[in-house]
């Protein structure tokens, strides 16, 4: 399409205008897969210890392909294994895997994403109670909770959108009350979902796999950082009480010492009353 060009000026249409913006998100999206991919990559370069890490992921189609793609973002330090569930809850999800779970250490991380179908069905509440127990149950690992993205096949300020959103919120309080819980928050933006708008998309994918992994190099970053114990500082050094029985003498004269000040009379309160009071016969 020709541009008009009047007085020396480009006049763009609507149209052209729109086609400029969605350019400008493509590359937008495009940046932060881009952007993602290099910090994945320089910080698992700073990552240099030697020991294995298990990492399961559990979750409904949504997770499809994940396990592969985050095999791809972590180094060979990482034993990945995915079970994915399409179509599935909450509750049918989490009593999968068990023998898998149960075998995982705090040197692991377990990833579930799931929820959207419990959503979809009115469930949404019955989803946070399985899995609050659920975290409760498992306490001996590392939980990392994805959350559920927005769905694009419906309105944006639709009921199932705004319930997707207070799901979310109550995955950040529930991981803000159990330190062996985190959540990563999935990107929600139209051009990283397929064309129906209830999937993610390849470059969505790629995205969430890194962060993921940006994620876990994340923790793994704060448990190697180690505390350093402060010694107990006392401004009184200690006495020697053998060679100098002089200091153990005047302590023990400083203890029992008996203070010298004049204390006043206790008032008796009941002669505060003006005038006295008369007892009526009865």
């Known amino acids: 399409m020709i541009p008009t060009t009047v007085n020396g000026q480009i006049i763009t249409t609507k149209k052209d205008s729109l086609t400029n913006d969605m350019i400008n998100k493509q590359d937008h999206t495009y940046n932060l897969v881009k952007e993602s991919a290099v ?13 294995k890490h298990k990492v399961l992921l ?29 179509g599935s809850t909450t509750g049918s999800l989490i009593g999968t895997a068990k023998e898998e779970v149960e075998k995982l250490t705090m ?15 009115n469930y949404s509440t019955k989803a946070l109670k399985n899995i609050t127990n659920f975290i409760k149950n498992v306490n001996h ?3 990392i909770l994805v959350s559920v993205p927005n769905r694009y096949d419906v309105k944006e300020y639709t009921y199932i959108n705004s319930t997707i959103r207070s799901f979310n919120s109550k995955l950040l309080k529930l991981s803000k009350l159990f ?20 999937h993610l998309n ?7 796999s890194n962060q993921i992994a940006l ?50 009379i206790p008032i008796t309160r009941s002669n505060d009353f003006y005038g006295t009071i008369k007892h009526q016969p009865t």
């Open 39 to 51: 910090e994945v990559i320089y910080n698992r370069a700073k990552y240099t210890k030697c020991s």
């Open 58 to 86: 559990m979750g409904d189609s949504h997770m499809r392909g994940r396990a592969a793609r985050l095999i791809a973002s972590l180094d060979t330090h990482f034993e990945v294994c995915g079970v994915v569930k399409p």
């Open 107 to 121: 040197n692991d991380f377990l990833i579930i994403c799931s929820g959207t179908n419990d959503i979809d069905r």
């Open 141 to 143: 690992t590392n939980i």
């Open 179 to 198: 330190r062996h819980v985190s959540t990563v928050a999935i990107v929600n933006n139209r051009l990283l979902s397929t064309k129906h708008g209830l």
């Open 202 to 208: 390849e470059p969505s994918k790629e995205l969430l």
């Open 215 to 264: 994620h876990i190099l994340s923790l793994l970053d704060k448990a190697s950082l180690n505390p350093i114990p402060l010694g107990w500082h006392d401004n009184n050094p200690p006495i020697d009480t053998v060679n100098n029985p002089t200091c153990s003498n005047n302590q023990e004269q400083a203890a029992s010492r008996n203070s010298i000040r004049s204390r006043k």
